[in-house]
């Protein structure tokens, strides 16, 4: 079993910052990408950002440079901190890992942008 525990969604005005967290545990042991996607109404689910276990990035274009990712490997936990917030950015986001050839998700933690 694989638990995925996400935090630090909410709402924010155009401009402002969140930071997500997404902790780790159960059996995840071999577990190798960590990463944030979001999906907003009506649309496919889009990775936001991926970090390897050796800490590479890579990010959407459009939030390049306005969201950093980031792990705490003996805390088996993923962060996105996100600054310069868009209303685009609305969405739900999912923290997601990889263990071998699977991929394991969280429930999903709402993202609004607005004034």
């Known amino acids: 079993q694989v638990q995925l525990v996400e935090s630090g969604g909410g709402l924010v005005q155009p401009g402002g910052s969140l930071r997500l967290s997404c902790a780790a545990s159960?059996?995840?042991?071999?577990?190798?990408?960590m990463g944030w996607y979001r999906q907003a109404p009506g649309m496919e689910r889009e990775l936001v950002a991926a970090?390897?276990?050796?800490?590479?990035?890579r990010y959407k274009d459009s939030v390049k440079g306005r969201f950093t990712i980031s792990r705490d490997n003996a805390k088996s936990t993923v962060y996105l901190q996100m600054m310069s917030l868009k209303p685009e950015d609305t969405a739900v986001y999912y923290c997601?890992?990889?263990?071998?050839?699977?991929?394991?998700w969280g429930q999903g933690t709402q993202v609004t942008v607005s004034s």
């Open positions: 997601n890992i990889r263990i071998g050839p699977r991929d394991y």
């Open positions: 970090i390897s276990v050796g800490g590479s990035t």
């Open positions: 159960g059996r995840i042991f071999g577990m190798d990408t």
